[in-house]
């Protein structure tokens, strides 16, 4: 089973001075910025995904690249720009979640192939139209006509995808996408890919699925599957289902949940081996709309909340070396979430992260590097780093599955 991490230019800057929160003068952020895979022990993922969508923009607005990075993306090829060791995998797709209102797909598969050839992937997924709706008993006539044209769109336009990688003579690993609203349109989706040729096929549209239901079109689909054709999970992660997942034909899923629940969540910010945490926030005074506008607004003094921030850092970083106790340190927590005039306090939560330190028993490079800081929610360099952490817990708990040794990962 090989994880994929979908790229979105998320870096760290190894240089970053915690101690004073800020970047190192002579820092050249695309020379000296870090991936995931170069700053944790070994890299947490068997592969990257990097959609076009991401790349160049599309409709609904600029990619993430600048065009200085596009430029140099499609110069070097994925492999020299991602600076990926060797077995790592890189596979392709158009990000077909960035379109998801337009009536077809806005790229056609000659830019698709391009796009791949030219950034040298090994692998790409067929253009594709999500389908954002679930409706088991609808049949393959009768549903949404809306829903019948996306799949049958994305059925063509694989069918000539396939074609157009034949017709180059291309090195690419074709991966056909199948969409569909019920168990028995995504069966059939990978029964017609499978008679085109395709012999892995991607799964879309299942991010909002429950997983009973992405099982139940795992089933459908077992019925009808060659033995041959691989299946991957487009955007769903789900590890307390990947045994099963593994057992109805999946050997490969992508998804940022991992990594984007460090910043993102509202309660599981730090994962751990059997628990996750919540990070403790400390932000920065400069940083936080609510508090500037206080300030500014003469409710709170500039002075007492940096002082307060302050004193965060210093008892945290206190209670690590255990020079200063937990309820100091929740104290001086406290009396910050009063001045920046937290909605809800987090402090119970707090003292579970903080007596459990489970950092210190994390063997993450970064874990070890960095200490609490990896805890502190505060600023895009501990965050990410936290992300970084989470994936490569993940990665851990993914070589802990029983997993058919027929679909093992390059890392093993
Ligand atoms: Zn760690």
Redesign the pocket.
């Known amino acids: 089973m090989k994880f994929y991490f979908p790229d979105s230019q998320d870096l760290v800057s190894p240089t970053y001075d915690f101690e004073r929160d800020e970047y190192s003068p002579f820092r050249v952020r695309q020379r000296d910025d870090l991936y995931a895979h170069e700053v944790l022990e070994s890299p947490p993922y068997d592969g990257i995904l990097v959609s076009k969508a991401i790349v160049d923009g599309s409709v609904s607005g600029a990619g993430k690249y600048s065009a200085p990075q596009r430029a140099r993306l499609y110069r070097l090829g994925v492999r020299k720009f991602f600076r990926l060791p060797l077995g790592i995998e890189t596979l392709g797709d158009n990000g077909a979640f960035n379109y998801i209102d337009e009536r077809v797909p806005p790229v056609t598969v000659e830019e698709a192939l391009d796009f791949y050839h030219e950034c040298g992937f090994d692998a790409g997924v067929s253009v594709d139209h999500v389908i954002f709706g679930y409706e088991p008993d609808a049949g393959l006539d009768s549903a949404n006509p809306e829903w019948i044209e996306r799949r049958l769109i994305t059925l063509r336009l694989a069918a000539a995808f396939l074609e157009a990688v034949e017709g180059n003579r291309s090195k690419i690993q074709p991966v056909g996408a199948a969409q569909g609203w019920s168990p028995e349109s995504y069966a059939d989706s990978v029964r017609q890919l499978q008679l085109m040729g395709y012999r892995r096929i991607a799964l879309g549209g299942m991010v909002p699925l429950k997983t009973p239901d992405i099982i139940s079109c795992l089933e459908a689909i077992t019925e009808i599957r060659s033995p041959g054709t691989q299946l991957h999970l487009l955007g769903i992660t789900r590890i307390e289902s990947m045994e099963e997942f593994d057992r109805l034909g999946v050997t490969s899923f992508d998804s940022t949940s991992a990594f984007r629940q460090s910043f993102m969540d509202d309660r599981r910010n730090y994962h751990a081996a059997d628990d996750d945490y919540l990070a403790v926030r400390v932000p920065q005074v400069e940083g936080n709309s609510t508090l500037k506008r206080n300030i500014l607004g003469g409710v709170v003094s500039q002075a007492d909340a940096i002082k307060a921030e302050r004193e965060c850092l210093r008892r945290l970083r206190g209670y690590d070396a255990g020079a200063c106790t937990l309820d100091s340190t929740l104290d001086a927590l406290g009396q910050y979430e009063a001045i920046t005039k937290s909605k809800k306090s987090y402090l119970e939560a707090y003292r579970k992260t903080l007596s459990d330190a489970p950092?210190r028993a994390?063997?993450?490079a970064?874990?070890k590097k960095h200490g609490i800081e990896?805890a502190i929610f505060r600023g895009t360099e501990r965050n990410k780093r936290r992300g970084f952490?989470n994936l490569?817990?993940l990665s851990k708990k993914m070589k802990n599955l029983t997993l058919n040794p027929r679909n093992g990962s390059l890392r093993g």
């Open positions: 950092w994390c063997g993450c970064l874990c990896i952490h490569s817990v």
